[in-house]
């Protein structure tokens, strides 16, 4: 009697353009073996307190200040601090100005449909 | 002869030839093998030539043609230079391409800036601008979508119109001055300088002319995005630094080209265009460089040009490597990337370090010498602007590009890394992004004149990283209290929407117009001549009036009528 023809496997294949599963048969989580040691950078306290490590380095680049007093071109440059104050300010004003510039410029992604769209071409 | 044949060749030549070449060659290896040794025959070329000169003019004595298609200087010689790295590193990044077309048309292109760079005249400035605008334009409509073929139209009549201009502008040039030599032309010149202004201006995106940039680049191929961030707009730069540095309204032009993409940047979602609109922030550095026109100015516009190649074409890059593997640029769909692509995350943070000035990294020598030369000059308004430009950049190229790709939420996409070429690529470029900045002495040899400027001051040190740090600090208490605008899938409208909506719709509407008034003129004429020609078929056709039986006492009497009135007329004529 033959034998019924085994149907075809279903293992699903994986995406040529994504991570293949481990060679030692752990499930394959797709992280690179060179960013194991880093993953600490994507956990959500890193990210949402990253900034008060900033903002220490900030303060010690301020209070070089005192160790050798700026100068410069301009009478700002001078002041202690004086850049740190033109960066956050310069800085804030760009990205505030966003909310508005939006509200004025933003449309719809598909505005240019009629010529086939904003895609990722 | 033997002069001739001992006289150096233009580097250009090696890419011109490569590429047509390319072009005929069926197999991809041998197309890649030709594509990465071209550039080094280039560097070989470039390398030959040992003193400044002009080389293998070309004199036509019967109708005044004096070509110069080979002027090497201090001018030329770092802009070919830098031509030839990237042509090289970008060879590199698409070894794993397939296409032919833009393997030739990326090679054509690359020797054609080159070649532009090289040309003492206008006449052979005008066919390699042109020979850019027509090859460049293929690295656009390769990535097959109905937008890029819309986007390279909009591209080619900007570039081409560009060309246009520059040749009108050469034409009166001549006439006024009876030479095609190009050297320092100025706005004094009148109309010819004018359009030449403009010709270049449009290449460099100039504000209002800067559209085709945030238009084309992010629908280009992904190869295609990095070859084109690496010649049009550089090219451009040159030739203002050649024809028009020292004008004054090109520092305002430059400043306003430094502030107004930060602004737009920030909101924009498609990672591709936020880097567009950071090449338009660093061309206004080199143009406000231009503008001062001192030694300063000029070394810092050219070392400027140098290292943006470098460190926008890495960004660039990398963001290309994170499209290919995810098949998307949008940062609404990124994020968290570092978990599997982290060699990828490295080099666009020094490339994001590198284009935000931090010490040790090109831009902050290269940015140094232009703030130093505006300084110098006593623009207080523009050096403030610049300033506050450098803070946008850290914002959009330098923290955003890195952070909503790698970093941010977590996308849950875990694509593969970038291949090994794209990788090696990127590793070259971010190596020269270090190497720049710490070999600064090298960097300033290939200026083109002697600097005497110190930029690791400890004072410069410290103030740079004042203003870096505390715009990183505002970027993180904005984000945590929620005032930073969240990513969102949109089209951000530029200046374009005016040609691409009202002026099209008003195109259409005087095409529809001109369509219904042709017509009703055109009807109106065929019923007249219809009306005529039934007329006379009333009249003299067989059935008509003349043919039809009268009596012959009617005819007698017409034909008394007309012989009276013949004689009255004779009468009157002899009296």
Partial sequence: ?121 | MAELLSSPVNPAFALLIAGFLMALLPDWRQRKFVALAAPLVALWLWMQVSVFGSYGGIHIAAIGLDLQPFRFDGLSRIWALIFIIAAFINAIYSLHERDRVQDAMAAIYGGSAMGAVFAGDLLSLFVFWELTAITSVFLIWRAGTAASRKAGMRYLVMHVGSGVLLLAGAVLLHSQTGSWAFEHIGLETGLAGWLLFLGFGIKAAFPLLHSWLQDAYPKATISGTVVLSSFTTKMAVYALARGFAGEDILIYIGMIMTAFPVFFAVIENDLRRVLSFSVNNQLGFMVVGIGIGTTLGINGAAAHAFADVIFKGLLFMSVGAVMLRTGTAKATELGGLFRSMPFSAFFCLIGAAAISAFPLFSAFVSKSLILAAVADEGHWFVFGVLIFASAGVLEHAGIKIPYFAFFAHDSKKRPKEAPWNMLLAMGIAAFLCIFLGVNYGWFYSLLPYPVIYEPYTFVHIVGQMQLLLAAIFAFGLLIRIGLYPPEVRMTILDVDWLWRKPLKHLALWLNAISDRLFAAVENAIDSKIQNAGRSLTALLSPQGAFARIVPGGVLTGWAAAFLLIALFIAYLAKS
């Fill in chain 1, 1 to 121: 009697m033959a034998k019924a023809s085994k149907p075809a496997s279903k293992k699903p294949t994986a995406d040529k353009n994504t991570s293949s599963g481990g060679a030692d048969g752990k499930p394959d989580d797709g992280i690179h073996p060179a960013a194991r040691p880093f993953l600490w950078l994507g956990s959500h306290g890193v990210q949402r307190n990253f900034m008060w490590f900033i903002g220490v380095l900030m303060v010690i680049s301020i209070a070089m200040n005192y160790i050798k007093k700026p100068y410069g071109y301009f009478e700002w440059e001078a002041a202690i601090g004086g850049y740190a104050i033109f960066g956050f300010l310069a800085f804030t004003f760009a990205v505030l100005m966003g909310w508005p510039l939006r509200k004025l410029t933003g449309r719809s992604e598909d505005y240019y449909e009629d010529e086939g769209g904003e895609d990722d071409g």
